[in-house]
């Protein structure tokens, strides 16, 4: 029997819960699962040897032979996730008259309606305790380089593709790594040899076999050649910096995306149907809303209002005035004509929205029949050092969708469409100027 202790620190929020979702907790169970993910991201599924991996992860007729134990949690502290923690001046950029938050955006879902989650707190460290019950030297190396991919690669809970949980080894691991290297603390400068370094060696322990392919696997993996990593070379003193750069980087290139912003407006507007919609390639659903579509809905309503119940009649124009905001408008309305109108801001905001899914043609009228698909771009935030934290991009793209299913789009009062998509929004994203000059591509 062999066991290793790593000492492990919480880098980014932490959002693991179990049957209450409103409490968060560290779960071995969840970062034995993740181990095995990073443990096929190196397999395409016709080469995955699935005896083996049941024989070291487990499966319904045994329990594997390694067990992951958490033990000495120190500086624990759960909090629940708000946006107003994160909605000020320090983390709200204006661009081009809109305000973007990074972490707020990568974290939307955490706060979102009814949902609310709770998370562990960034500074809360602990020992993850790994114990082997073989005597094979490849099981052995496999387990190890699957931490080191989930350490270094990956991250762990609820938005973990999107920088929520991100862990980090603080200090020198056990000797008995087999010159596998966990552990970092030196200059940015220094960082991209020993995680190209270390990457190699953890990919071929896991699959000796290790190329990459031309074509895209069932599941997500490394092993195709259209796969990259970038790692940013400019550095942040806090992990909020380091994340809500990213986040950023992320909502503005998506916000506006062409010709995707303009034919999902004409779709929901006109009912013109897109050919392909690219930027779905980041997941699915993909709900949107056009905050401009509800404002010209909620004035023609206006107009019907102030017509039928004081006979006033209102060109667009005359009342180009209402606010842009919800609240503000419907105060203005009131105040002016005494009128309510909250329900017809309801109203516009529910014709102004689409929803990308995934489906089946013999599906596309059953509304619960949504095909999901997780990004294929991770986010992870690393810590270098003390107050020194950067950021790594991995795209590891796979078959979008099951055959035979496509992109369906739909929106109130319209029938739903299939349509077609690709990777090219992704490798757009790559291709921006801020990756070509501030970050390096790691070859593995």
């Known amino acids: 029997m062999f066991d290793w202790t790593f000492e492990i620190e919480v880098i980014t929020p932490l959002v693991l819960s179990g049957a209450s979702q409103d409490k968060s907790?560290?779960?071995?169970?969840?970062?034995?699962?993740?181990?095995?993910?990073?443990?096929?991201?190196?397999?395409d599924t016709s080469f995955l040897n699935t005896t083996l991996e049941n024989q070291i992860y487990g499966s319904t007729d045994n329990q594997g032979k390694f067990k992951p134990l958490i033990k000495n949690v120190r500086n624990l502290i759960i909090k629940g996730f708000k946006k107003d923690d994160f909605n000020n001046n320090k983390f709200t950029k204006?661009?081009?008259?809109?305000?973007?938050?990074g972490i707020n955006y990568l974290g939307f879902s955490l706060e979102f309606g009814e949902n609310k989650r709770s998370y562990i707190n960034p500074t809360t460290t602990f020992d993850l305790c790994l114990?082997?019950?073989?005597?094979?030297?490849?099981?052995?190396?496999?387990?190890?380089?699957?931490?080191?991919?989930?350490?270094?690669?990956?991250?762990?809970?609820?938005?973990?593709?999107?920088?929520?949980?991100?862990?980090?080894i603080t200090n020198e691991p056990p000797k008995d790594t087999d010159g596998l290297i966990f552990y970092f603390n030196d200059d940015i400068s220094k960082f991209d040899n020993f995680f190209q370094t270390n990457l190699k060696l953890a990919i071929s322990w896991i699959?000796?076999?290790?190329?990459?392919?031309?074509?895209?696997?069932?599941?997500?993996?490394?092993i195709s050649n259209q796969s990259k990593i970038h790692l940013w070379k400019a550095t942040f003193p806090s992990w909020e910096d380091a994340m809500n750069y990213a986040g950023i980087m992320l909502q503005r290139y998506r916000k506006r995306y062409a010709p995707d912003y303009q034919e999902?407006?004409?779709?929901?507007?006109?009912?013109?149907?897109?050919?392909?919609?690219?930027?779905?390639?980041?997941?699915l659903p993909m709900p949107?809303?056009?905050?401009?579509?509800?404002?010209?809905?909620?004035?023609?309503?206006?107009?019907?209002?102030?017509?039928?119940?004081?006979?006033?009649?209102?060109?667009?124009?005359?009342?180009?005035?209402?606010?842009e905001r919800k609240w503000d408008a419907i105060k203005q309305l009131k105040s002016k004509w005494g009128i309510e109108t909250e329900h017809l801001w309801k109203r516009a905001e529910s014709y102004s929205k689409a929803e990308l899914n995934g489906s089946f043609a013999e599906k596309i009228d059953d509304e619960k029949a949504h095909l999901r698909r997780s990004s294929p771009l991770f986010i992870k935030?690393?810590?270098?050092?003390?107050?020194?934290?950067?950021?790594?991009?991995?795209?590891?793209?796979?078959?979008?969708?099951?055959?035979?299913?496509?992109?369906?789009?739909?929106?109130?009062?319209?029938?739903?469409?299939?349509?077609?998509?690709?990777?090219?929004?992704?490798?757009?994203?790559?291709?921006q100027d801020a990756f070509r000059n501030n970050s390096i591509q790691i070859s593995f």
């Not at 973990?160 to 949980?165: D, E, K, L």
């Not at 999902?264 to 997941?283: L, N, Q, S």
């Open 131 to 168: 114990k082997y019950f073989g005597n094979s030297e490849a099981e052995k190396k496999s387990i190890l380089a699957s931490l080191w991919l989930l350490i270094w690669l990956g991250n762990v809970g609820t938005r973990s593709r999107r920088g929520f949980g991100s862990l980090s």
């Open 381 to 431: 935030i690393i810590k270098i050092k003390e107050d020194v934290y950067s950021t790594i991009f991995v795209f590891m793209p796979a078959e979008f969708l099951p055959e035979g299913a496509n992109v369906k789009i739909s929106a109130k009062e319209r029938k739903p469409r299939l349509i077609t998509t690709d990777f090219n929004a992704i490798e757009k994203f790559f291709l």
């Open 94 to 101: 204006w661009v081009n008259n809109e305000p973007l938050n």
């Open 25 to 43: 907790e560290l779960r071995p169970s969840s970062i034995k699962n993740l181990m095995r993910f990073w443990y096929r991201t190196c397999f």
């Open 264 to 283: 999902i407006k004409d779709f929901i507007h006109t009912g013109r149907v897109p050919k392909e919609i690219e930027k779905v390639a980041f997941g």
């Open 207 to 222: 699959n000796p076999q290790f190329s990459r392919q031309d074509f895209l696997p069932q599941h997500t993996a490394l």
């Open 288 to 323: 949107v809303q056009y905050k401009s579509l509800s404002r010209i809905y909620f004035i023609s309503y206006v107009q019907d209002k102030l017509y039928k119940e004081l006979g006033i009649k209102k060109s667009t124009h005359e009342l180009d005035f209402i606010s």
